[in-house]
């Protein structure tokens, strides 16, 4: 009863619009109420699920993400994802894949680089006389690749909730956001087929190798994380530590294009991001618990158990578990409510706790292209002035190679547990 | 159909090199004292586990706590802008007079939460005041203690708003909903 209670507040208090943090909490704290539990339980779950030592790679990726947009940086990879897949028929639109995928390694978040390196790129691409709604379509789609492609905060905070190792996901996330960046290509060369679009430029070594060497340095940033962490040198905090460290050198020192005034922004920014995702953290914390202390992911264990006990039927029930979730929360508060339930189930049919990651921070990806809660096509519909029904069209054919694979990822563990076992098992 | 590089070069420009920082007050200083503490104490880990291969103990714990404190005096900021993670879209499809009524039960609601939270964190508080920190010779109580202070100043500003939302017309608060922006992860 007090658990419906729960959920029904939960609900409603999500759609009045108050932030998604204290929706959890509040309604954790009126069970907590109804129950006659200790009060102190509610803070005490929410100050513990912030205690963590790896939830501090969130807010130096986030400042190497700032910083590295803030540097003079988006436009070196800019320009050389450029020359390097520009000369192709639909060119700005595999640089803007391209360029995705390379920022990618240094940003672990997807609504950031819709909204950062996104803007420009529709700009960039309507000026150059593309249809508006591919433009907008490519960029939202191609921002979904961030969270995937290692560093990624969403995989930061499923190894906290599961308890599994975030070297092991980041290295399993890239040949799924590599493919992704390959599905998506394809699309973009399928759309410059059949509608005609010209070729950005022609291919010449010379430009791209100037254009190499110009970026050089900031795309050392994805070796040093990627590789690091990958090759189990560095802990993913300390490579977060690292890239932070190495972008404010880059902008202090190497191009000189830091001034105190941009630091400060950057840190209030990366603040204000950091305390905005740990304290969804937090409050979800005692929410999970909740769910827990209620054996919750028991009685949906073992209803989906008593339909199949194939690993790959699960996996369907867990991907429509999450989609639909997905389409309505906010992926951060989404993983750390999912997984407590979700894993038992996953683990007592022998699905890889890696595995299962990528599976539903894919899926989750997928939910914020769709309505109602579509975050990065909001960001996209405010920055690129086009409305958010036209934003929404505009993504949907570029759902279909994502879904796919999607679908690839899910049944075929492969992909994302390769990289893992040659390095880590 | 190819790009005008110079005018490429502005577009860039624009979108990366913000450097306005009107909206920052004395308030958000405590924040950026304690993120730039949390910056350097890991450095200082990273330091010395791999260049003097001797890392310091208590960096790990101090870290940690750091973490906490920066997630709830951050939030703060977070609240003082409204930029907290919402699903604000039914706002802009709601009639003013539907948007105050439902901002005021949020702030009145996000108010009653906050003071509840901050109420009892000074239990904890006092409840732990024995308990030491495991590498550091410091009572637990201080950490919880910011904690507290963090979310009471959130009920005042939450209450604040609240009282803004009440005693404005429905137009106006609806206008202010549909200009401000949540943080973009």
Same mark, same amino acid.
């Given at each position: 009863?007090?658990?419906?209670?729960?959920?029904?507040?939960?609900?409603?208090?999500?759609?009045?619009?108050?932030?998604?943090?204290?929706?959890?909490?509040?309604?954790?704290?009126?069970?907590?109420?109804?129950?006659?539990?200790?009060?102190?339980?509610?803070?005490?779950?929410?100050?513990?699920?912030?205690?963590?030592?790896?939830?501090?790679?969130?807010?130096?990726?986030?400042?190497?993400?700032?910083?590295?947009?803030?540097?003079?940086?988006?436009?070196?990879?800019?320009?050389?994802?450029?020359?390097?897949?520009?000369?192709?028929?639909?060119?700005?639109?595999?640089?803007?894949?391209?360029?995705?995928?390379?920022?990618?390694?240094?940003?672990?978040?997807?609504?950031?680089?819709?909204?950062?390196?996104?803007?420009?790129?529709?700009?960039?691409?309507?000026?150059?006389?593309?249809?508006?709604?591919?433009?907008?379509?490519?960029?939202?789609?191609?921002?979904?690749?961030?969270?995937?492609?290692?560093?990624?905060?969403?995989?930061?905070?499923?190894?906290?909730?599961?308890?599994?190792?975030?070297?092991?996901?980041?290295?399993?996330?890239?040949?799924?956001?590599?493919?992704?960046?390959?599905?998506?290509?394809?699309?973009?060369?399928?759309?410059?087929?059949?509608?005609?679009?010209?070729?950005?430029?022609?291919?010449?070594?010379? =430009?791209?190798?100037?254009?190499? !060497?110009?970026?050089? @340095?900031? *795309? +050392? $940033? %994805?070796?040093?994380?990627?590789?690091?962490? /990958?090759?189990?040198?560095?802990?993913?905090?300390?490579?977060?530590?690292?890239?932070?460290?190495?972008?404010?050198?880059?902008?202090?020192?190497?191009?000189?294009?830091?001034?105190?005034?941009?630091?400060?922004?950057?840190?209030?920014?990366?603040?204000?991001?950091?305390?905005?995702?740990?304290?969804?953290?937090?409050?979800?914390?005692?929410?999970?618990?909740?769910?827990?202390?209620?054996?919750?992911?028991?009685?949906?264990?073992?209803?989906?158990?008593?339909?199949?006990?194939?690993?790959?039927?699960?996996?369907?029930?867990?991907?429509?578990?999450?989609?639909?979730?997905?389409?309505?929360?906010?992926?951060?508060?989404?993983?750390?409510?999912?997984?407590?339930?979700?894993?038992?189930?996953?683990?007592?049919?022998?699905?890889?706790?890696?595995? =299962?990651?990528?599976?539903?921070? !894919?899926?989750?990806? @997928?939910? *914020? +292209? $769709? %309505?109602?809660?579509?975050?990065?096509?909001? /960001?996209?519909?405010?920055?690129?002035?086009?409305?958010?029904?036209?934003?929404?069209?505009?993504?949907?054919?570029?759902?279909?190679?994502?879904?796919?694979?999607?679908?690839?990822?899910?049944?075929?563990?492969?992909?994302?547990?390769?990289?893992?076992?040659?390095?880590?098992? | 159909?190819?790009?005008?590089?110079?005018?490429?070069?502005?577009?860039?420009?624009?979108?990366?090199?913000?450097?306005?920082?009107?909206?920052?007050?004395?308030?958000?200083?405590?924040?950026?004292?304690?993120?730039?503490?949390?910056?350097?104490?890991?450095?200082?880990?990273?330091?010395?586990?791999?260049?003097?291969?001797?890392?310091?103990?208590?960096?790990?714990?101090?870290?940690?706590?750091?973490?906490?404190?920066?997630?709830?005096?951050?939030?703060?900021?977070?609240?003082?802008?409204?930029?907290?993670?919402?699903?604000?879209?039914?706002?802009?499809?709601?009639?003013?007079?539907?948007?105050?009524?439902?901002?005021?039960?949020?702030?009145?609601?996000?108010?009653?939460?906050?003071?509840?939270?901050?109420?009892?964190?000074?239990?904890?508080?006092?409840?732990?005041?024995?308990?030491?920190?495991?590498?550091?010779?410091?009572?637990?109580?201080?950490?919880?203690?910011?904690?507290?202070?963090?979310?009471?100043?959130?009920?005042?500003?939450?209450?604040?708003?609240?009282?803004?939302?009440?005693?404005?017309?429905?137009?106006?608060?609806?206008?202010?909903?549909?200009?401000?922006?949540?943080?973009?992860?």
């Amino acid at each position: 009863m007090s658990l419906l209670v729960m959920f029904v507040l939960l609900a409603l208090l999500l759609v009045l619009g108050m932030p998604v943090a204290l929706s959890l909490a509040s309604a954790s704290a009126v069970y907590i109420i109804l129950e006659g539990l200790p009060n102190v339980v509610v803070v005490h779950n929410m100050i513990n699920g912030v205690d963590s030592f790896p939830l501090l790679a969130i807010p130096f990726f986030i400042l190497a993400g700032h910083l590295m947009n803030s540097a003079g940086i988006t436009e070196r990879i800019f320009t050389f994802a450029r020359a390097l897949v520009g000369w192709a028929p639909g060119g700005l639109g595999h640089v803007n894949v391209g360029a995705s995928v390379i920022f990618a390694g240094m940003s672990g978040a997807a609504v950031a680089d819709a909204g950062g390196l996104g803007t420009i790129e529709i700009k960039a691409m309507r000026d150059a006389g593309y249809d508006t709604d591919f433009a907008v379509g490519v960029t939202a789609a191609s921002s979904t690749i961030g969270p995937i492609i290692p560093p990624s905060l969403p995989l930061v905070i499923y190894g906290v909730m599961a308890s599994a190792s975030i070297g092991e996901l980041f290295a399993a996330g890239l040949v799924p956001g590599l493919m992704m960046a390959v599905a998506l290509m394809i699309m973009v060369a399928w759309y410059a087929w059949r509608r005609d679009y010209p070729r950005d430029l022609v291919f010449r070594p010379a =430009l791209v190798l100037a254009s190499f !060497l110009q970026a050089f @340095l900031p *795309l +050392l $940033t %994805p070796v040093i994380i990627v590789g690091g962490i /990958v090759s189990g040198l560095f802990t993913p905090t300390e490579a977060a530590v690292a890239a932070a460290a190495y972008a404010l050198c880059l902008g202090l020192f190497v191009y000189r294009s830091l001034t105190w005034r941009h630091i400060l922004r950057v840190s209030i920014d990366t603040i204000e991001t950091s305390a905005a995702i740990l304290l969804i953290v937090a409050a979800a914390t005692i929410f999970a618990w909740i769910l827990t202390a209620n054996q919750v992911a028991n009685g949906l264990g073992e209803f989906l158990l008593s339909i199949s006990q194939n690993p790959q039927v699960i996996l369907i029930f867990i991907t429509l578990i999450v989609l639909a979730l997905g389409l309505f929360m906010e992926t951060i508060a989404a993983i750390t409510i999912l997984v407590p339930v979700l894993l038992p189930i996953a683990q007592q049919v022998g699905i890889d706790p890696v595995h =299962l990651g990528i599976v539903v921070v !894919l899926n989750l990806m @997928l939910g *914020l +292209l $769709t %309505p109602p809660v579509g975050m990065v096509l909001y /960001v996209l519909a405010q920055v690129s002035g086009v409305s958010f029904e036209r934003c929404l069209k505009a993504t949907a054919p570029f759902l279909v190679p994502l879904i796919l694979v999607l679908l690839l990822v899910t049944f075929v563990p492969a992909f994302s547990l390769y990289l893992p076992t040659q390095f880590y098992r | 159909m190819t790009l005008d590089t110079e005018r490429l070069k502005d577009d860039f420009a624009e979108a990366e090199m913000s450097d306005d920082i009107s909206d920052i007050s004395k308030a958000d200083i405590p924040a950026l004292l304690i993120f730039w503490a949390l910056f350097a104490i890991v450095l200082a880990q990273f330091f010395t586990r791999y260049v003097l291969n001797n890392s310091l103990g208590w960096t790990e714990e101090a870290a940690r706590y750091f973490l906490v404190v920066l997630c709830f005096v951050g939030a703060i900021t977070g609240l003082r802008k409204g930029s907290h993670i919402a699903l604000t879209f039914l706002h802009q499809r709601m009639s003013p007079p539907k948007v105050k009524a439902a901002l005021s039960v949020v702030h009145a609601g996000s108010s009653l939460f906050l003071g509840y939270a901050a109420w009892f964190t000074v239990e904890l508080a006092q409840r732990t005041s024995h308990q030491k920190m495991i590498s550091l010779n410091i009572s637990k109580a201080y950490l919880y203690s910011l904690v507290a202070a963090s979310l009471f100043i959130m009920t005042i500003i939450s209450l604040q708003q609240l009282w803004r939302t009440l005693t404005r017309s429905a137009q106006e608060v609806a206008d202010e909903v549909n200009s401000t922006a949540t943080v973009e992860i």
